[in-house]
């Protein structure tokens, strides 16, 4: 049974509860993690979301989210869902959006709510996508994916376009992206430099 950190306004701790039961109506402020992972040439991964999914169902969006467990570091997190949803093993893990926030609403109503820092990393290997969490998987050079995102050409879900804007404000060559400072992530997030 899976279990997502519950935070307070300023991103402290309050509780925890089951995911499953998590997102609804009135979905609590909780804690999360996205991933942009760029292959060996530089391109990146871009993932469409499992039809079955109860959130953003059959839409694009970065290479991997998700929530880490109550008392999980989050670069373990990272680590543990991107082999799980794309059995792939990340180098040069970074964070990038240390505070990086969102609230948005699906047309039923139901609500993503969430701090959500946010992290690059990179893969020598091809992923190999979890059907039950990923349908599809497509490379972009980043300038494209960017441009693309910003004219609305390619639809994306509502954090990986206010995402993709704040890391657009970024240098424009992700490999020159400098880690963010760990002391800006909320104060709920484990941080552990050897995970």
């Keep these: 049974m ?7 306004d300023s991103g402290f ?3 925890t509860a089951e995911k499953r039961t998590v997102h609804h109506e009135a979905t609590p402020l909780h804690l999360a993690y996205s991933c942009y992972i760029f292959d060996s040439a530089g391109r990146l991964y871009v993932t469409r979301r499992s039809s079955t999914k109860a959130t953003w169902p059959g839409i694009w969006t970065n290479s991997c989210c998700g929530h880490p467990a109550p ?19 990340l180098t040069d893990l970074k964070l990038i959006l240390p505070d990086f926030r969102y609230r948005a609403v ?3 109503g139901i609500v993503e709510n969430e701090i959500c820092p946010v992290f690059s990393a990179t893969t020598s290997q091809v992923p190999q996508p979890d ?3 990923t349908d599809s998987i497509r490379t972009f050079e980043w300038t494209d994916f960017v441009q693309s995102v910003k004219r609305g050409t390619f639809v994306v879900s509502p954090w990986c376009r206010d995402q993709v804007s ?5 240098d424009a060559n992700p490999d020159n992206w400098r880690p963010a400072s760990v002391d800006l992530l909320p104060p ?8």
């Design 131 to 133: 059907p039950a969490e």
């Design 188 to 195: 709920a997030a484990i941080w552990c430099d050897a995970c």
């Design 2 to 8: 899976e279990h997502v950190v519950l935070l307070d």
């Design 71 to 89: 008392g999980e570091a989050l670069t373990h997190a990272v680590r543990r869902r991107v082999r799980e949803e794309l059995s792939v093993t």
């Design 13 to 15: 701790a309050c509780g």
């Design 106 to 108: 699906m047309g039923n």
């Design 166 to 170: 704040a890391l657009a404000t970024l």
